[in-house]
């Protein structure tokens, strides 16, 4: 297997990784944006539910009042039975009359009330005619209000809106069947029937918003039956005036629920704006007569009042008329008319709906600390790789040199050794030559052996630095004779300077410091051999506050730019010189002790070497 062989595995396994958890994290995202849309509609739909609660809150009373008025209402003044002067004589029906409440308290968003007469003849409490016309303005009805409902009943008459009450009243009756008059005596306890199309939500399986929708419209029957029972009641066996004469007769009476009807105004005229009106229409059946009886919405004003009570929630709100045929938006839909509540936007003092579904979701954090362990995983599985890699580098530049190194003092010592052993050097100084030789060979031999030992314990962190406090004199003394012998060998002169005094005190450990400054002097006679400067010098100057600088130069070729990023790593040899002896330990060892002592071990780029020591002084007591 080759040496990029484990890279390229793990580089297939990390892509393999990588792209599974992509496909996992994208996967979850989606769904977490699907879980985060479904919850911001839901929160949407609880307050737009919430603003339609509101609005109904506002209508429902009106359209319930309107449900249970009594019939003789819609005439501009009805004969009281049961009245009584204060004398308590009982009074005949026909000699009294009282104004329609309709005529005295017209409702804010209801345009106009209206009758139509089995006849076809219109008619309304807020027109009234002859003589009641000059009691209506006795009663506090303006000529003004009289003009502007003569004129919204003549638009009604205008938009041909007979034939389309009586037929939605007829649709609505054999859609209901029995249930679609109502008596009202016996009224109690008596809901409508719901609206066509809500029909499929009596099934079984209705949705939730079905039901209470369906909920929401059977509490308004039961208010308007309530009411329907109340008012009637009040008025027990009601009268009405027969057509040929002042003759009163009780009768019986039923009546339906509101039905919607929209229908198509024409744009011109007082009132009227155009486009779908809304009317809510009813069946009256007082005795033998069926009356027609119904309200026309003034759309615009109650749009307004809707916008106005929810414009907290949602200030562009509108209302969305719905017609028959139009899908119900169960939870914007409004039971009391046929409208439904198209919301906008929200309201920015409402809260933003993503600010209300809290803060990170667990999903998302957990997809994040997947990513970042399997980083982590990741950069700990290349580093051991890099690392595992650097090392079987080492190890082979490590056999590599140590077996170069070894093989020639072997090679030197097995041939001088033969040729002494076997009697072939005969002369006394050549004998005495190969003597040195090996001599020189076994101290080269035994440095060599010496640097492994020593990188192997600095690798095991074995090395434990025997710190003591001494001086420069101290050091130097103790090392000087060896500096100095290695420098005769490669003729060289060793040159000491100490501008510090020698009696500067140090801590540091003497044999470690002993080795540093010898494999220092031994890199600089290796590379300074052919300089023609035939000196190696050692000077010794204060570096700083407590520390103290130790320098070694040489008249060698020096290092540059890319020499000195690897000067120190082990087994690294000098590009100056690469054919010089020894297995490249010699700097990486002595930056090592330098460091384990607390100091350290710095090169300069330029023409000659330049290495600096730098020891850790004591501190002043």
């Not at 002993?514 to 590379?527: G, M, P, Q, S, T």
Request: proline share 6%.
């Amino acid at each position: 297997m080759t040496s990029r062989a484990p890279f390229l595995i793990f580089a297939i396994g990390a892509l393999a990784i990588v792209g599974a958890l992509v496909w996992g994290s994208g996967a979850l995202i989606s769904l977490e944006a699907e879980r985060q849309a479904i919850a911001a509609d839901a929160l949407r739909n609880e307050r737009v539910s919430l603003a339609v609660w509101r609005a109904e809150s506002l209508i429902a009373p009106v359209v319930a009042g309107e449900a249970a008025r009594p019939h003789f209402h819609y005439r501009a003044f009805y004969s009281p039975r049961l009245a009584y002067t204060r004398f308590w004589e009982e009074i005949d029906d026909d000699e009294i009359f009282v104004p329609s409440p309709i005529l005295t308290a017209p409702v804010p968003w209801i345009r106009l009330h209206f009758q139509l007469s089995p006849e076809g003849a219109w008619s309304s409490p807020q027109v009234p005619t002859g003589n009641m016309a000059d009691l209506a303005e006795s009663a506090g009805l303006t000529t003004e209000a009289t003009a502007r409902a003569r004129a919204a009943l003549e638009t009604l008459i205008a938009c041909e809106a007979e034939a389309k009450l009586v037929a939605s009243l007829e649709r609505e009756s054999e859609e209901r069947g029995a249930g679609f008059m109502v008596a009202l005596l016996d009224a109690v306890g008596v809901e409508g029937e719901p609206p066509p199309e809500l029909a499929a939500a009596s099934q079984i399986g209705e949705s939730r918003g079905q039901q209470e929708w369906s909920a929401r419209r059977r509490g308004f029957n039961r208010q308007v039956a309530g009411q329907n029972v109340m008012m009637n009641n009040a008025q027990a066996n009601p009268i009405v005036i027969d057509p040929r004469g002042n003759r009163r007769t009780p009768i019986a009476l039923r009546q339906s629920s509101l039905v919607p009807v929209w229908l198509e105004a024409p744009a011109e005229g007082e009132g009227a704006d155009g486009g779908p009106q809304l009317v809510l229409v009813r069946r009256v059946a007082a005795g033998d007569q069926l009356l027609t009886q119904g309200v026309w919405v003034d759309w615009d004003v109650l749009e307004r009042l809707v916008r106005d009570e929810v414009a907290d929630i949602f200030p562009d709100a509108r209302l969305l008329p719905r017609h028959g045929a139009d899908p119900i938006d169960l939870d914007a839909a409004f039971s009391t008319v046929p409208a439904d509540l198209l919301a906008g936007e929200l309201a920015p003092e409402a809260g933003p709906i993503q600010a209300t579904t809290g803060g990170p979701a667990p999903v998302l954090v957990g997809i994040g600390l997947s990513w970042g362990l399997l980083a982590i995983a990741l950069i700990a599985v290349g580093l051991a790789l890099a690392g595992l890699a650097r090392l079987s580098r080492r190890r082979l530049e490590f056999v590599s040199a140590v077996t170069h190194e070894l093989r020639t003092p072997l090679t030197t010592f097995q041939m001088y050794t033969d040729m002494l052993a076997e009697g072939m050097v005969r002369d006394e100084e050549q004998r005495q030559e190969y003597y040195t030789t090996l001599r020189a060979e076994s101290e080269r031999l035994g440095h060599l052996v010496q640097n492994v030992l020593e990188y192997s314990r600095l690798e095991a962190k074995r090395f434990q630095p025997a710190i003591e406090r001494t001086t420069i004199d101290a050091l130097l003394d103790r090392c000087r004779r060896a500096l100095e012998e290695r420098c005769s060998r490669a003729d060289l002169e060793l040159e000491v300077t100490i501008e510090t005094g020698g009696d500067a005190a140090v801590e540091t450990d003497p044999a470690a410091l002993e080795r540093i400054l010898f494999n220092l002097v031994d890199n600089a006679c290796k590379y300074a051999a052919e300089a023609e400067e035939r000196h190696v010098r050692l000077s010794v100057a204060t570096a700083g506050p407590g520390r103290i600088g130790i320098a070694v130069d040489d008249g060698g070729p020096g290092l540059d730019e890319a020499s000195l990023r690897s000067v120190f790593e082990p087994f690294v040899r000098g590009a100056a010189r690469p054919n010089q002896p020894g297995i490249g330990l010699g700097l990486a060892l002595a930056r090592r002790w330098a460091r384990e002592l607390g100091g350290d071990l710095e090169a300069r780029v330029g023409p000659g070497g330049h290495f600096r020591l730098f020891l850790r002084q004591p501190s002043p007591a």
